[in-house]
C-alpha cells in the first residue's frame, strides 16, 4: 500500500500545469483504480484480517452542478479471516465478498483551484460466497451473515485536464455482519464439539482507493462551454487588434 500511495504522490506532485476545469449538471465522472481494506474491529471482535486489496470502479451522476450520485463496486477476490486470540496465522475462514455501495456526493467548488473535493452519504449492501472453513474449523459449515450498512466518504480529484484527474478517496463503515459455523463434529473436535459457534465480526474498516478519473461532460453544456470559449477568444483578438491600432 505503501508503494502505491508513493506512486500517487509523486504523480501529483510532477504535474504542475493543469487548470481548473469545472463539473456540472448532467456530467459522468467514471473512475478506476485499486482500493485498499484496511480492517478495523472494535474490541469485542473474534476474528482478524490483514489489510486487502482489490481493484475497483466507479461512476457518478452529477444531478446539479453539485450534487452526484456513485455506484461503486469491485472485482471480488478471496479474503481470509484469523481467530484474533490465537494470532495471524491461525486461520479459521475464506470467502468471497461482493459488496456494491452507493452514496450521494455533494461537490465543492473552489475557485482557481486544481483541487475538486467532495463528501458523501450512503449505504453498502455485503454478500459472500464460496465460504471455506480452515484450521481448526476444517471440516465444518461456516456461513456469513448478509448485511445492509451506512458507508461515510470523502475524497478529492486532482485536475490533470479537461478530461482526467487523480483521485484519492477514503470511506468509513460499520458492518453488522456476523458468522456461524456449524457441523463441528466434523472437524478436530469431533464428538467433543459445541452443536455451534457464533462469531461477531465487529468490523469497522476503513478503505483508501487511488484511481483515474474520467470526465464525460453533458453534450448541451459542452457545447455552451465551447461557444462560449470560442466568443471569448474572438473578444480578445478584437481588442488586440484595437489596441494595435491605437499604437
Avoid: C
Avoid at 494470532?87 to 486544481?114: C, H, M, R, W
Avoid at 478519473?213 to 461557444?227: C, G
Amino acid at each position: 500500500m505503501k508503494r502505491f500511495l508513493i506512486f500517487f504522490f509523486f504523480l501529483l506532485s510532477t504535474n504542475t500545469w493543469s487548470q481548473n476545469y469545472e463539473i456540472n449538471k448532467g456530467d459522468w465522472i467514471l473512475r478506476s483504480g485499486y482500493t485498499f481494506l484496511v480492517p478495523q474491529f472494535n474490541n469485542d471482535s473474534q476474528v482478524g484480517m490483514a489489510v486487502h486489496g482489490m481493484p475497483t470502479f466507479s461512476f457518478s451522476y452529477l444531478m446539479t452542478d453539485n450534487l452526484g450520485v456513485e455506484f461503486l463496486t469491485g472485482i471480488p477476490s478471496e479474503i481470509e479471516i484469523y481467530n484474533k486470540a490465537l494470532g495471524e496465522e491461525a486461520k479459521i475462514a475464506s470467502f468471497i465478498s461482493l459488496s456494491p455501495n452507493a452514496t450521494v456526493q455533494y461537490y465543492f467548488k473552489l475557485k482557481d483551484s486544481d483541487f475538486r473535493p467532495y463528501i458523501g452519504l450512503g449505504l453498502i449492501y455485503s454478500s459472500f460466497h464460496k465460504e471455506k472453513s480452515l484450521g481448526i474449523l476444517s471440516g465444518a459449515n461456516f456461513k456469513l451473515k448478509k448485511s445492509l450498512d451506512p458507508i461515510y466518504q470523502v475524497g478529492i480529484d486532482y485536475v490533470v485536464n479537461e478530461k482526467t484527474s487523480l483521485n484519492l478517496d477514503v470511506r468509513k463503515l460499520k458492518t453488522s455482519s456476523g458468522a456461524t459455523a456449524t457441523e463441528l463434529h466434523k472437524t478436530i473436535m469431533g464428538p467433543y464439539a459445541p452443536e455451534r459457534m457464533d462469531y461477531e465480526m465487529g468490523m469497522q474498516p476503513l478503505t483508501v482507493s487511488l484511481n483515474f478519473t474520467w470526465l464525460f461532460h453533458n453534450p448541451k453544456n459542452f457545447r455552451e462551454r465551447r461557444a462560449l470559449q470560442e466568443r471569448i477568444t474572438l473578444k480578445q483578438k478584437r481588442e488586440a487588434i484595437r489596441a494595435t491600432r491605437i499604437i
